[in-house]
């Protein structure tokens, strides 16, 4: 198995709703991002998590809480959100490295819609 | 800081021509060098990537880099455009900080081909 899976593909929420997005890998990878990407946009880092632990937060507004309940399982719970935060949110996991370069492997993403 | 520079926004080949995408990048070490290319509203999937040894990297797809590093190049190449390549593609470098990497992309550039 050498899938992301992220759940769901489509979102469309309210700005009062709470919602979150799911990422899942079973290839044993320790370390799984969360990307944000908008239209015509490259993917940028939103989070970082490194043996279930938060290693990055690039100064993410506080209504995107990221969650890494196991090593497989990585969560994005939003809540309060903007119309501008719509975008393609990508998840991704790479092999835990001290040495050498690793690979990330991303899922499929959720496109996301504020409205 | 690390950065990665992809001059070519938009690039249009005839099917059956040979392709070439640049790529700069700005690293203080030996960078981590990946191409990805993305269909739309999906996800990521690696091409191929340089991490230490031979400076051409044989990729998926019939897709080949070259890493030089006097000129801080990683141009993708393809002998034989398909039509199948219509997408975009993303150049990325990586620094493998304590086992996770920390991916920054370039803008990207959409090929598109035409018959």
């Known amino acids: 198995d050498t899938e992301v899976t992220q759940t769901p593909k489509h979102l469309v929420m309210g700005m009062t709703n709470k919602k979150s997005l799911k990422c899942e890998q079973h290839m044993g990878h320790r370390a799984m991002y969360w990307y944000k990407q908008k239209a015509k946009k490259p993917p940028e880092l939103m989070f970082v998590y490194s043996y279930e632990k938060l290693s990055i937060n690039e100064s993410v507004p506080s209504r995107f809480s990221p969650e890494c309940p196991n090593s497989s399982l990585l969560n994005l719970h939003l809540h309060a959100l903007q119309p501008e935060d719509s975008a393609l949110y990508l998840c991704?996991?790479?092999?835990?490295?001290?040495?050498?370069?690793?690979?990330?492997?991303f899922g499929q993403g959720t496109r996301l819609t504020v409205v | 800081a690390q950065s990665v520079t992809q001059p070519d926004i938009h690039i249009t080949v005839s099917e059956g021509a040979s392709l070439e995408l640049r790529c700069n990048y700005s690293?203080?070490?030996?960078?981590?060098l990946f191409w990805y290319v993305q269909s739309p509203g999906q996800g990521l999937q690696l091409l191929l990537k340089?991490?230490?040894?031979?400076?051409l990297v044989q990729g998926i797809k019939g897709f080949e880099a070259e890493f030089k590093r006097s000129q801080s190049s990683f141009n993708l190449r393809k002998p034989s455009v398909h039509w199948s390549d219509a997408a975009e593609y993303f150049c990325a470098v990586a620094g493998n900080s304590g086992g996770y990497q920390k991916v920054t992309f370039g803008i990207g550039t959409k090929l598109q081909v035409i018959p």
């Open positions: 340089y991490f230490s040894g031979d400076t």
């Open positions: 991704a996991s790479s092999p835990k490295s001290l040495t050498g370069g690793t690979e990330a492997f």
């Open positions: 690293y203080g070490a030996t960078p981590y």
